[in-house]
T-cell receptor, first 112, second 112 residues
Framework: EDQVTQSPEALRLQEGESSSLNCSYT??????LFWYRQDPGKGPEFLFT???AGEEKEKERLKATLTKKESFLHITAPKPEDSATYLC?????????????FGKGTKLSVIP | KAGVTQTPRYLIKTRGQQVTLSCSPI?????VSWYQQTPGQGLQFLFE???????NKGNFPGRFSGRQFSNSRSEMNVSTLELGDSALYLC???????????FGPGTRLTVL
């Protein structure tokens, strides 16, 4: 059974204070690891897909990296508008591999 | 390009009733997945459809069912509603099973 654990559950940062969110996963075979951002009352917004260890992707102040056991979402010089819940999900290659298994998310608050 | 749309956005029902939720995927997307999101359990996979066929189902009781039409639009139905079914129901579409999933805004279901 695929499993995803995200830490910390919540994170408060001052504007401009860089940090990282962690996503640890266990999966029989990794088809893809996905990062989403979710604002209150809205559906998750797609950010990145990572497919293999060593891969990195960037978008504005966000950078996602992947190893064989975990992924990190690095946030550089965050702004208040980066406040949201960040979700990590994996898609495996095993039976029933069409679903995404999500972690419970990290709620990020960026204080001006 | 229009995103994933879900109707209705909000719904209030009483225990024992049934409900039908609708999802229109992004044009050209053939895979539709449904998820339930609650504060305690996070995002949990319900089922996935591709070309009108259900290919995978999560660990939910048989009261939860769905279908997909030839135009890729999908519906999910919950019969004999229970208080614990109160949640945000999210639909996601993707071009194929191996691509990133894009989420709609969700339907907020409240069961009284």
């Amino acid at each position: 059974e695929d499993q995803v654990t995200q830490s910390p559950e919540a994170l408060r940062l001052q504007e401009g204070e860089s940090s990282s969110l962690n996503c640890s996963y266990t999966v029989s075979g990794l088809r893809g690891l996905f990062w989403y951002r979710q604002d209150p009352g809205k559906g998750p917004e797609f950010l990145f897909t990572l497919y293999s260890a060593g891969e990195e992707k960037e978008k504005e102040r966000l950078k996602a990296t992947l190893t064989k056991k975990e992924s990190f979402l690095h946030i550089t010089a965050p702004k208040p508008e980066d406040s949201a819940t960040y979700l990590c999900a994996v898609q495996g290659t095993g039976a029933g591999s069409y679903q995404l298994t999500f972690g419970k998310g990290t709620k990020l608050s960026v204080i001006p | 390009k229009a995103g994933v749309t879900q109707t209705p956005r909000y719904l209030i029902k009483t225990r024992g009733q049934q409900v039908t939720l609708s999802c229109s995927p992004i044009s050209g997307h053939r895979s539709v997945s449904w998820y339930q999101q609650t504060p305690g359990q996070g995002l949990q996979f319900l089922f996935e459809y591709f070309s009108e066929t259900q290919r995978n189902k999560g660990n939910f009781p048989g009261r939860f069912s769905g279908r997909q039409f030839s135009n890729s639009r999908s519906e999910m139905n919950v019969s004999t509603l229970e208080l614990g079914d109160s949640a945000l129901y999210l639909c996601a579409s993707s071009r194929s099973s191996n691509n990133e999933q894009f989420f709609g805004p969700g339907t907020r279901l409240t069961v009284l």
